[in-house]
């Protein structure tokens, strides 16, 4: 079976820096488009960032220049590095997997998901 767990989350002053993490298991990590989504309270949840096979990534414009994704097949690990924090980036975080390539960052193209780690930006 698939399985994804994130970690990493946590509270932070606005301008901080938080490091998720995704430990994946039960299939071939290499073979999947892997991504990062976000559900803050009262919103639907969106996309964050993803990477691809080839290590193509793409991110949401809300978060370019402050977040990078990264990926260590080696060690069937998917990364989300958060820096400048601001309060409107506090949300529950969810790793998420879909075989093959990337196409969109939307919630119908992922298939297997984690439960999520929470990430608390205050001022």
């Known amino acids: 079976q698939v399985q994804l767990v994130e970690s990493g989350g946590g509270s932070v002053q606005a301008g901080g820096s938080l490091r998720l993490a995704c430990a994946a298991s039960?299939?071939?990590?290499?073979?999947?488009?892997m991504a990062w989504f976000r559900r803050a309270p009262g919103k639907e949840r969106e996309g964050v960032a993803y990477?691809?096979?080839?290590?193509?990534?793409a991110y949401a414009d809300s978060v370019k220049g402050r977040f990078t994704i990264s990926r260590d097949n080696a060690k069937n690990t998917l990364y989300l590095r958060m820096n400048s924090l601001k309060p409107e980036d506090s949300a529950m975080y969810y790793c998420?997997?879909?075989?093959?390539?990337?196409?969109?960052?939307?919630?119908?193209?992922?298939?297997?998901w984690g439960q999520g780690t929470q990430v608390t930006v205050s001022l």
């Open positions: 998420a997997a879909r075989f093959g390539w990337c196409s969109l960052l939307q919630v119908a193209a992922f298939g297997y």
């Open positions: 039960g299939y071939t990590y290499s073979s999947y488009c």
């Open positions: 990477i691809d096979i080839n290590n193509s990534t």
